[in-house]
């Protein structure tokens, strides 16, 4: 899922062995969770969620008598994918990261229509964040953002892979 996603900051790490690199990157790219049974004794330096399509900060956020504040529409979003993300969280191996990690977000619209893929990751990264998956959204270094197929049950989803990031390039 994350197949090139901090694969060159990996292996150009300086000081940092290649054997380590190589197994820190199986880690970081295996596709459908743990690669070995002993992974799932130790945090996991990936995971990855599904939750539903994100609204536009604009529909989530309004600005209204001096203030700002969260629409129903948002807290019901976050609400639902704070749900969705805890149950998640609960079959793999991830505690929540305070390390740099490396985001790829795959959004899968529900409809044909045009819309902007940046105003859409600031409801995902605050999902994270209040679901526990990171302790700040402050902590992305690496992010990627997809435009996917659009959903054919037309519902539209989110596909999120996040992984520690061992070192800076």
């Known amino acids: 899922f994350i197949n090139t996603l901090g694969k060159t900051k ?8 290649l054997k380590r690199n190589a ?3 199986q ?22 969620f599904k939750i539903e ?6 529909h989530i956020w309004k600005r209204g008598k001096g ?3 969260l629409t129903k529409q948002g807290r019901d979003w976050y609400a639902r994918q704070v749900i969705l993300l805890q149950d998640q969280l609960q079959d793999q191996a991830w505690e929540g990261s305070s390390a740099r990690v490396a985001v790829r977000i795959d ?3 529900p409809n044909k229509r045009k819309w902007d893929i940046d105003n859409r990751t600031k409801c995902v990264f605050d ?10 959204d402050e902590l992305i270094d690496d992010l990627r953002v997809v435009r996917g197929e659009v959903d054919p049950e037309k519902k ?5 892979a996040v992984g520690v990031l061992l070192c800076k390039a």
């Open 107 to 109: 959004l899968h619209a």
């Open 67 to 69: 203030r700002t504040y």
């Open 10 to 17: 990996l292996l150009q790490c300086v000081g940092v062995r």
């Open 53 to 58: 399509f994100p609204p536009t900060v604009n």
């Open 23 to 25: 197994v820190a990157l």
């Open 27 to 48: 880690g970081l790219i295996a596709v459908g969770g743990h690669t070995s049974s002993a992974r799932k004794k130790r945090r996991n330096l990936q995971a990855r």
């Open 156 to 160: 539209g989803f989110a596909l999120v």
């Open 127 to 136: 999902a994270l964040v209040k679901a526990g998956v990171l302790k700040d």
